[in-house]
């Protein structure tokens, strides 16, 4: 089920999401970007953003998962128990299906959810949370329409596409990327600072460059995260270059 022909490097992603105008258009990037890794079925759930009119808001704002499933988990309430939909609101990291069920104890409730999930086609799924300020934003899942070693999970490389891909279509339903970026003002000190993360530079590296101690640049990492409303480099990253902070 993997896709074949020439990569789709991040990069371009990052320019062809920026061009899009429509949610369908953008939908078809991400699963033309997370094709390649064997998923096929994407759905995303906007739960708490107030850069977005609440029409934009739910689950399913943009998707392709099966409505019967989609029925299934409204009609049973499973917001209430949903235990991947859980652990997202305390932990902001990409969650693997099938590796957290494995580990985690659920409640039959919880099993059958996901027994229904696979039954219904979704399998091999991860989420991967959006967070904001108020904490849990939005949550992105994916899964396949295959059973069996059908993807390939790169969830680095998925989790800044998602974080593209949500402030793109924050852009399309929200505020523009200007506003956006009218909200946050990143010091000269840490748009340098940021400008080196995306180059790929360590902050042993940054701190040597900009002649400046290790702890100065741990400082101005913190202050990039809180301002961005990010929990990770490469996610401060995907948001500084969608709303012009830097540039690649």
């Known amino acids: 089920m993997f896709f074949q022909g020439e990569p789709y490097r991040f990069e371009e992603f990052v320019v062809d999401t920026r061009r899009a105008t429509t949610g369908a258009d953008l939908l078809e990037l991400l699963k033309k970007a997370v094709g390649r890794y064997g998923y096929d079925r994407i759905s995303l759930w906007v739960i708490d953003d107030p850069d977005l009119p609440m029409s934009a808001h739910g689950r399913g704002t943009l998707h392709n998962f099966p409505e019967d499933l989609r029925n299934y988990y409204q009609e049973n309430d499973c917001v209430k128990y949903d235990p991947i939909l859980i652990a997202q609101r305390s932990r902001p990291q990409t969650v693997d299906w099938e ?6 104890n659920y409640r039959p409730v919880q099993t059958e959810l996901y027994n229904v999930a696979r039954s219904g086609g979704l399998h091999n799924g991860i989420s991967t949370p959006i967070w904001g300020h108020r904490g849990l934003s939005a949550t992105l899942a994916m899964a396949s329409s295959e059973r069996t070693d059908a993807t390939l999970a790169d969830l680095d490389l998925i989790a800044a596409m998602s974080a593209q ?3 793109v ?3 399309l339903y929200g505020h523009s990327v200007q506003e956006q970026k ?7 000190k840490e748009t340098e600072v940021l400008a080196w993360v995306a180059a790929g530079k ?3 590296d940054i ?6 101690s290790r702890n100065t640049v741990d400082s101005h990492m913190r202050h990039i995260f809180q301002k961005l409303g990010v929990h990770s480099r490469v996610t401060a990253v995907v ?3 969608s709303r012009g902070h830097i540039s690649l």
């Open 165 to 167: 891909f949500y402030t």
């Open 169 to 171: 279509f924050k852009r």
């Open 182 to 188: 009218d909200m946050v003002y990143l010091s000269a």
């Open 202 to 204: 360590t902050d042993e």
């Open 207 to 212: 701190a040597t460059i900009l002649s400046i």
């Open 239 to 241: 948001m500084g270059l």
């Open 99 to 104: 590796a957290f069920e494995k580990r985690t």
